[in-house]
Structure formats: structure tokens, C-alpha cells
């Protein structure tokens, strides 16, 4: 078992470890926001902070199309207990790995390219990927792909060698020739780390662009954003805050479904986050990097039908599709937990849901549990809680769940 000291070192005071952009946030007020809540909200981010689970936090809100709040705490790397480099502070503009937060920006890609008539979300994967058509697939839409619904949840490999992420062509030729574990496309199993591959081959062949190319064009470009892509680039690695397995081993069965899940350890996937083959690879599913706000654009931008800076970055029409319910609420047979998804987005839950209460017209992602992004249309606000510690079940989740709290207090509009 992991020792209670795989923790980060927590100070009294904070103030030494917290960049506020001021110049960047707008006055609660004007938002209709007391500042009573936003300095709620801020405690309780310092809390989870205080749990020592976390070595760096981002936070991003807008509001209306506004920045809110723009701040973060702690270290980019050297505070975590297994990090041996010289500690660094991070700061609002650190660029941070979603996980599988980045299933919804990669959904919105897609989403876009069928707006642009390059796809057919309605049509079998097939058409666009032949070969993914065998085993019992061939009727597999890809509208069922974005849902979880498409019957490859599992990285299908014995012993799963993290290796196959970093070989594109050789984790499409294996999930091709997979045997869906359900057919028929009605039944949920989170796809981890699968699916993006498959999304990802499709936008390649029905364009005959790579997907960096495909991102920048169709939301990176458009937004103004300098991250928000998959991977970072060698000059820019140094920036990214480093993932850290903190806390105790995962008890069952979280360490089991994480495993199926993922095919390997909850505890070892910081050691793939790391790994400089996985910031040079492109994962859909995995690996775009981004700082709080730029994801809170992203954000503000569908909660606003698509428009940004006075361009119709996506349709109205196309966002409605994108974070409308595909199906009642389920039990997903991956997380063993009932879910409602879009196509592409993991959406909130009335009384109670991922986004806090009364969340069920919420929609956004999770990222390896510990990253929240989300937009709210009812309080017309865009969150990003980013972090870059991987604790899995420990009392952080109630500090975790708090800050969640704290934000749906702030008054709807």
C-alpha cells in the first residue's frame, strides 16, 4: 500500500504559491456575481489544495462570455513525492493534460467536420474506415462511436503494452480487428482511450488532413488559442504542469475498472503522461493540453451557439446537436455507473449529477477524475478545474466535490 506521505508538502500560507490574473478578470458585479461567492469559491479551491492530493490547480470561469476567474495554485513540477526536480511554480497561463477531457473538444472537431459535410455522423463507420466493418461492427455508426455505444471500450490485448499509444496505425489495425464486447449500438461502455482513434481515422481518410491540422481550423484557430492541441510541442514541454500519482493505491474495484478502462494501473498513468512519446503522440481520447481559460473559451463559445469574437465559429444547429442526450440515462458497463452521454459530451444529472445539483442541463467532461470542465447554460457559465494530481478514491473527492458546490451557488442568470 502507498504511504499517507504520497502527498504534497502543504505551507500555511498560499498567498507565496497563487497567481490571480487581475487584469484579466472581470468585476463580479458587473456579472451579476457577489463576490462573496467568487471568494467562496476560491476557498474552496484552496481546500482541495490543502488536501495534498494536488501539486498544481488551475481554475477558469466565465460568465456570460466574460472571465470571472482566472487563477491557480501550486507547482508545474518538483512538488509531488516521486518528483526529484527543483520545484517551479505554474501560473494561469500553464497548459495542463485533460485526459479524457479532451473527448469533448475532439467531438466538437468532429461535429464540425460534419457541419462542413466531410462526415456523416449517421453513417457506419465503415464508409469512411472499411475495415473497422468486420466482427459484428459493420453496422456501427459513427454517431454510436461519439455515444460509447460503438462496442470497443477495451484496448483488446492480453497483457495491454502502453506502447500501442504511440503507434497510430497499429492501435487502428487492432481496433479494427476487435470483437465488439455488445453489438447493436444501444448499450453504453465508456470508451477510454479507444474511440478517439477510430474518431480520429475517420476525420483523417474523409479529409485528408492529420488531426493537429483539423483542430487548428475548425475550433484552435478560431478561438485565438496558443495550446489546445494534442501533445505539446518539444519548446513548449517545459511549460506543461507533470502529472503525479498521489494518495493511496486505488482499493477495489476502482483499481479494477480503471484497469479495464484504461489496460493498465490507475497508479502508472502518470509515468505515460510523462513519457515524451506521449506528448509527440496525437490520443483524441487523451492528450490535448490547455490552460483553464482556454478551455472556458471553448466553453463560452458553445454556451453562446457557437459564436466567439463576432464569428460563427460553429453553427447554432450543430452545437444543439452536440450536447443533445443520445438516450436516457444507463448503466455504463465500463464505469459501472448510470450515465447519460451526448455525442461526444458527458452530461449532468438532475437532483443531483458530475456538475453539482439541478445540473441536467450541464454538459462537458471528466479527465482521469480529477479534472472537471463544463459549461452551465442556466448560469451561463464555462468552468475548467484543471489538475495535475491523480489521486484516485481519497477525502480529496469531498474537497473536489465542494468546489463543484460552491459554483452552483452562483445565482442563475
Known amino acids: 500500500m502507498w504511504a499517507d506521505s504520497n502527498r504534497v508538502e502543504v505551507p500555511k500560507q498560499l498567498g507565496e504559491l497563487t497567481d490571480i490574473d487581475t487584469a484579466a478578470e472581470v468585476a463580479p458585479d458587473t456579472l451579476g456575481v457577489p463576490q462573496r461567492q467568487v471568494d467562496r ?16 490547480i488551475s481554475l477558469g470561469v466565465w460568465r456570460n462570455g466574460q472571465c470571472l476567474m482566472k487563477r491557480s495554485i501550486g507547482h508545474v513540477r518538483g512538488a509531488a ?62 454517431s454510436q462511436l461519439l455515444a460509447h455505444r460503438a462496442g470497443i471500450p477495451r484496448v483488446p490485448m ?29 448499450q453504453v461502455a465508456y470508451h477510454a482511450i479507444t474511440g478517439g482513434y477510430i474518431l480520429g481515422e475517420i476525420a483523417r481518410r474523409a479529409t485528408g488532413r492529420e488531426l493537429p491540422e483539423l483542430l487548428d ?78 478551455v472556458c473559451r471553448f466553453y463560452a463559445m458553445l454556451l453562446a451557439g457557437g459564436q466567439w469574437a463576432g464569428k460563427q465559429v460553429m453553427r447554432p444547429e450543430t452545437v444543439a446537436r452536440l450536447i443533445r442526450p443520445l438516450g436516457g440515462k444507463q448503466l455504463d458497463r ?28 450541464c454538459f462537458g467532461h471528466l479527465g482521469f477524475i480529477n479534472i472537471l470542465c463544463w459549461a452551465d447554460p442556466d448560469r451561463q457559465l464555462a468552468v475548467s478545474l484543471l489538475t495535475s494530481g491523480k489521486p484516485a478514491v481519497t477525502a480529496h473527492l469531498v474537497q473536489l466535490g465542494r468546489v463543484v458546490a460552491a459554483l452552483g451557488k452562483i445565482p442563475p442568470v
Open 41 to 56: 469559491v476560491w476557498r474552496s479551491v484552496e481546500h482541495l489544495y490543502r488536501s495534498g492530493t494536488q501539486p498544481f
Open 81 to 142: 513525492p516521486s518528483d526529484r526536480e527543483a520545484p517551479v511554480l505554474g501560473n494561469t497561463e500553464t497548459p495542463v493534460c485533460l485526459f479524457s477531457a479532451s473527448k469533448a473538444v475532439t467531438a466538437a472537431m468532429i461535429h464540425a467536420l460534419a457541419e462542413q459535410g466531410a462526415i456523416d455522423l449517421d453513417a457506419p463507420v465503415s464508409d469512411y474506415v472499411p475495415e473497422f466493418g468486420q466482427r459484428g461492427k459493420q453496422g456501427v455508426t459513427v
Open 158 to 186: 492480453r497483457r495491454p503494452d502502453p506502447a500501442i499509444l504511440f503507434d497510430w496505425d497499429a492501435a487502428v489495425t487492432m481496433l479494427c480487428r476487435a470483437r465488439p464486447v455488445h453489438s447493436g449500438g444501444k
Open 217 to 294: 481550423s475548425t475550433l484552435r484557430t478560431p478561438l485565438g488559442l496558443r495550446h489546445f492541441t494534442y501533445g505539446m510541442a518539444d519548446e513548449d514541454a517545459h511549460l506543461l504542469a507533470k502529472d503525479a500519482f498521489t494518495g493511496r493505491k486505488p482499493p477495489w474495484p476502482v483499481g479494477l475498472i480503471a484497469k479495464r478502462a484504461l489496460g493498465i494501473e490507475f497508479e502508472k498513468v502518470p509515468t505515460i503522461s510523462t513519457d515524451p512519446r506521449f506528448l509527440q503522440s496525437v490520443i483524441p481520447a487523451g492528450n490535448l493540453c490547455a490552460t483553464a481559460d482556454e
Open 334 to 361: 465500463t464505469l459501472m455507473m448510470p450515465v447519460r452521454f451526448s455525442e461526444g459530451m458527458l452530461l449532468g444529472e438532475q437532483p443531483v449529477g458530475l456538475y453539482g445539483r439541478n445540473s441536467q442541463r
